[in-house]
């Protein structure tokens, strides 16, 4: 005898209770059902995929909501209430979560329900979902069973785990996926068999951050003399396929002859332009030491390159680097000013914890700035136990360091990034030192600053990251290169050799 389509449902009430009548049945199926729908468990339709959105997917990137194309986003009250934490922050993540608000308050203002899903401009639906363990539906072994596993039930990474069986429950024919950059998180929903994600609309492709050699491109012996008499020379596309607009290649004829050239914009190779020594008024001089910094001289000196990223691990000197070049070109009268910036990892929020006026708050997170300018503008005096030290003036005062003078005219700006939003920056020469703690929004918000004449440098090392919300495939200084290869007023230098000390550069290397 085949079984009817109500023996065929699971059991929705005590199964010690046999003699249940069959109006029992109907009402708590019926309540169920309604359940279903007022907690959002099921999606508007079984075509595509319901993407489970964690709390630091959506202050990542506000903009997520719009990138899921066809499938439905789910989006649980409890994320709304983490949200709603961080909402009164005066920081970029605060930023972001009241964003979000208001980017929901949007889709939601003419919807029926919320849990009953709102269709998005890609042609799938955004909707919230309620998890409330004492009224959700809840006859699911495989929830059961994660109960067991889990039994805090108000933890949020739990109940987010629990709406993701739950909506597996009800949407069978369609897939569940949870989408989290919390590693945590991941490795409990696959302990439990549930599909998670990592947000990569911002990542970009390993390759990019493990590289760092130079790409060679192959010429024969009578091209490289052509090119090393002229200055430029120009091949067929097919030869250099690959190559971006402004990166820098050796030209190769054999392994020992090379010679290091950049491409530019209307597919010519030129010869690097840079000055054999960098030239600071009484200070002192610098010389590139290997090919990568001399690559990076010529793109920090071009004029037509108002956009320069760097890749390099400790003691490859990319921050000395390119504050020496912004003080040549700031002295040779390109710039109207020099600014040094980097970024508070907690964007502002230790600050308080400091004594003394807000220049003093800042002083430990801008000294290696401050050690930098020291090295490049300190005169030229004999070094040793016999060196004279500065002696205070008849005020009482000790004599200013030259950079602080350029300082107090206005010339020299050294500054964290807390309060950058909002400045239009002109013509300045603007670097931005340990860029790889910026998310992508950070960094979109520094590009869009920069005025007609201004340069923008960013410089850092991609394998050391303090921010727990991203990663060295999806920080601000490589999400800024990805995004903005190929234009004509960008270029890229990766550093791989040391040259602070040998100690230094074992260190990088081996630790």
Same mark, same amino acid.
């Given at each position: 005898?085949?079984?009817?389509?109500?023996?065929?449902?699971?059991?929705?009430?005590?199964?010690?209770? $046999?003699?249940?009548?069959?109006?029992?049945?109907?009402?708590?199926?019926?309540?169920?059902?309604?359940?279903?729908?007022?907690? %959002?468990?099921?999606?508007?339709?079984?075509?595509?995929?319901?993407?489970?959105?964690?709390?630091?997917?959506?202050?990542?990137?506000?903009?997520?909501?719009?990138?899921?194309?066809?499938? +439905?986003?789910?989006?649980?009250?409890?994320?709304?209430?983490?949200?709603?934490?961080?909402?009164?922050?005066?920081?970029?993540?605060?930023?972001?979560?009241?964003?979000?608000?208001?980017?929901?308050?949007? *889709?939601?203002?003419?919807?029926?329900?919320?849990?009953?899903?709102?269709?998005? &401009?890609?042609?799938?639906? *955004?909707?919230?979902? *309620?998890?409330?363990?004492?009224?959700?539906?809840?006859?699911?072994?495989?929830?059961?069973? !994660?109960?067991?596993?889990?039994?805090?039930?108000?933890?949020?990474? +739990?109940?987010?785990?629990?709406?993701?069986?739950?909506?597996?429950?009800?949407?069978?024919?369609?897939?569940?996926?949870?989408?989290?950059?919390? *590693?945590?998180?991941?490795?409990? $929903?696959?302990? &439990?068999?549930?599909?998670?994600?990592?947000?990569?609309?911002?990542?970009?492709?390993?390759?990019?951050?493990?590289?760092? #050699?130079?790409?060679?491109?192959?010429?024969?012996?009578?091209?490289?003399?052509?090119?090393?008499?002229?200055?430029?020379?120009?091949?067929?596309?097919?030869?250099?396929?690959?190559?971006?607009?402004?990166?820098?290649?050796?030209?190769?004829?054999?392994?020992?002859?090379?010679?290091?050239?950049?491409?530019?914009?209307? %597919?010519?190779?030129?010869?690097?332009?840079?000055?054999?020594?960098?030239?600071?008024?009484?200070?002192?001089?610098?010389?590139?030491?290997?090919?990568?910094?001399?690559?990076?001289?010529?793109?920090?000196?071009?004029?037509?390159?108002?956009?320069?990223?760097?890749?390099? +691990?400790?003691?490859?000197?990319?921050?000395? &680097?390119?504050?020496?070049?912004?003080?040549?070109?700031?002295?040779?009268?390109?710039?109207?000013?020099?600014?040094?910036?980097?970024?508070?990892?907690?964007?502002? #929020?230790?600050?308080?914890?400091?004594?003394?006026?807000?220049? @003093?708050?800042?002083?430990?997170?801008?000294?290696?700035? +401050?050690?930098?300018?020291?090295?490049?503008?300190?005169?030229?005096?004999?070094?040793?136990?016999?060196?004279?030290?500065?002696?205070?003036?008849?005020?009482?005062?000790?004599?200013?360091?030259?950079?602080?003078?350029?300082?107090?005219?206005?010339?020299?700006?050294?500054?964290?990034?807390?309060?950058?939003?909002?400045?239009?920056?002109?013509?300045?020469?603007?670097?931005?030192?340990?860029?790889?703690?910026?998310?992508?929004?950070?960094?979109?918000?520094?590009?869009?600053?920069?005025?007609?004449?201004?340069?923008?440098?960013?410089?850092?090392?991609? $394998?050391?990251?303090?921010?727990?919300?991203?990663?060295?495939?999806?920080?601000?200084?490589?999400?800024?290169?990805?995004?903005?290869?190929?234009?004509? !007023?960008?270029?890229?230098?990766?550093?791989?050799?040391?040259?602070?000390? @040998?100690?230094?550069? $074992?260190?990088?290397?081996?630790?």
């Amino acid at each position: 005898m085949n079984p009817t389509p109500e023996a065929m449902q699971p059991a929705l009430f005590d199964q010690s209770n $046999a003699t249940a009548p069959t109006t029992t049945i109907r009402k708590t199926r019926r309540t169920t059902n309604k359940a279903v729908e007022e907690f %959002g468990l099921k999606a508007p339709s079984q075509m595509g995929k319901n993407y489970v959105l964690d709390t630091n997917v959506l202050l990542h990137d506000p903009g997520c909501l719009e990138r899921f194309k066809e499938n +439905h986003i789910c989006i649980l009250v409890d994320v709304l209430a983490e949200l709603d934490k961080f909402k009164s922050e005066q920081n970029e993540r605060g930023a972001n979560a009241r964003r979000v608000h208001r980017r929901l308050t949007d *889709i939601f203002s003419t919807a029926a329900s919320v849990t009953g899903g709102v269709p998005t &401009v890609g042609g799938g639906t *955004i909707r919230l979902v *309620i998890y409330d363990p004492t009224s959700c539906p809840d006859n699911s072994e495989q929830l059961k069973q !994660f109960y067991r596993i889990f039994p805090d039930r108000e933890r949020v990474d +739990h109940r987010i785990l629990a709406a993701c069986f739950l909506l597996r429950q009800y949407n069978p024919d369609g897939q569940v996926a949870l989408v989290t950059k919390d *590693i945590n998180l991941q490795l409990k $929903a696959r302990a &439990v068999s549930i599909e998670c994600q990592d947000y990569l609309n911002d990542k970009v492709d390993a390759r990019e951050v493990s590289n760092y #050699d130079v790409r060679r491109v192959e010429v024969d012996a009578s091209e490289l003399h052509r090119f090393a008499s002229s200055g430029e020379i120009e091949l067929q596309q097919e030869r250099y396929e690959g190559v971006a607009i402004n990166e820098y290649v050796l030209l190769s004829s054999g392994e020992k002859q090379t010679i290091p050239a950049r491409l530019q914009f209307d %597919g010519k190779f030129v010869r690097l332009n840079i000055p054999e020594v960098l030239k600071i008024p009484d200070g002192t001089t610098l010389k590139p030491l290997n090919l990568g910094q001399r690559c990076l001289i010529d793109a920090l000196l071009n004029p037509d390159i108002s956009l320069v990223t760097c890749y390099g +691990h400790a003691g490859t000197g990319k921050t000395l &680097v390119a504050v020496a070049a912004g003080l040549h070109e700031m002295f040779n009268r390109k710039y109207n000013g020099i600014t040094v910036s980097r970024p508070v990892v907690s964007m502002g #929020d230790q600050l308080g914890f400091l004594p003394g006026s807000l220049d @003093e708050k800042m002083r430990p997170w801008l000294q290696p700035i +401050h050690d930098a300018l020291d090295l490049l503008m300190r005169p030229n005096v004999p070094l040793g136990p016999k060196r004279k030290q500065q002696k205070p003036t008849a005020s009482g005062i000790t004599a200013k360091k030259p950079y602080e003078i350029l300082m107090e005219q206005g010339i020299l700006e050294i500054e964290a990034l807390c309060y950058i939003r909002g400045r239009s920056i002109p013509n300045r020469f603007f670097i931005l030192d340990e860029a790889q703690q910026l998310t992508p929004q950070e960094a979109k918000t520094i590009v869009t600053r920069m005025s007609r004449d201004s340069k923008l440098v960013l410089v850092g090392d991609p $394998a050391q990251i303090d921010n727990p919300y991203v990663d060295s495939r999806s920080n601000g200084l490589v999400y800024t290169r990805n995004r903005l290869k190929g234009q004509p !007023f960008t270029a890229h230098v990766a550093l791989n050799r040391g040259e602070r000390s @040998e100690l230094a550069e $074992a260190g990088a290397q081996l630790m």
